[in-house]
T-cell receptor, first 112, second 116 residues
Framework: AQRVTQPEKLLSVFKGAPVELKCNYS??????LFWYVQYSRQRLQLLLR??SRESIKGFTADLNKGETSFHLKKPFAQEEDSAMYYC??????????????FGTGTKLQVIP | NAGVTQTPKFQVLKTGQSMTLQCAQD?????MYWYRQDPGMGLRLIYY???????DKGEVPNGYNVSRLNKREFSLRLESAAPSQTSVYFC???????????????FGDGTRLSIL
């Protein structure tokens, strides 16, 4: 079974402070991990995925297979980062099709 | 580019009424999904369609049915709405290439559904 855990429902930080949104996963195979962001009353959109090893809007995430984690980090929070963040794990169903499991989400609140 | 389009955006129903939520994508994606989003529970998969002509149950399928009408369209039907189905419903699509688990999903704007 695949599982994603985001332990924090709400994370409040001051503008300019570092941010770390935690994500831990459980999966028996080789995981594909994503972070999605949802701004207030908007659709979910892809923020980044581990396979790309990219930095989007100053955010980065490193896959740590030993700790089964994929934490999202940003060195200096901005007010516009306030949003709901979802960690997602993608595996394969029998038949080779993609199955995605989402965490329960963490609401990031950046205080001016 | 429209991407994933959902209709309607808002709906209020009475208990026992039926309703179909529509979803269409213009990205030629094979796979489509329906999720519900509830506070504190994140996104839960209701049904998915790995490819045209196939549908399968997700995590919370009870009380719902789906139809993959063609490659573009994937509808979700509530036959007899219940207050527990009050939620925000999101449709998503992905390329759906077999053997590849690293394809991102593209989401619609969501449908806010209230059951009284």
């Amino acid at each position: 079974a695949q599982r994603v855990t985001q332990p924090e429902k709400l994370l409040s930080v001051f503008k300019g402070a570092p941010v770390e949104l935690k994500c831990n996963y459980s999966y028996s195979g080789s995981p594909e991990l994503f972070w999605y962001v949802q701004y207030s009353r908007q659709r979910l959109q892809l923020l980044l995925r581990h396979i790309s090893r990219e930095s989007i809007k100053g955010f980065t995430a490193d896959l740590n297979k030993g700790e089964t984690s994929f934490h999202l980090k940003k060195p200096f929070a901005q007010e516009e980062d306030s949003a709901m963040y979802y960690c997602a794990l993608s595996g394969l169903y029998s038949g080779g099709y993609q199955k995605v499991t989402f965490g329960t989400g963490t609401k990031l609140q950046v205080i001016p | 580019n429209a991407g994933v389009t959902q209709t309607p955006k808002f709906q209020v129903l009475k208990t026992g009424q039926s309703m179909t939520l529509q979803c269409a994508q213009d990205m030629n994606h094979n796979s489509m999904y329906w999720y519900r989003q509830d506070p504190g529970m994140g996104l839960r998969l209701i049904y998915y369609s790995a490819s045209e002509g196939t549908t399968d149950k997700g995590e919370v399928p009870n009380g719902y049915n789906v139809s993959r009408l063609n490659k573009r369209e994937f509808s979700l039907r509530l036959e007899s709405a219940a207050p527990s189905q009050t939620s925000v419903y999101f449709c998503a699509s992905s390329e759906g290439r077999r053997g590849l688990g690293n394809q991102p999903q593209h989401f619609g704007d969501g449908t806010r559904l209230s059951i009284l």
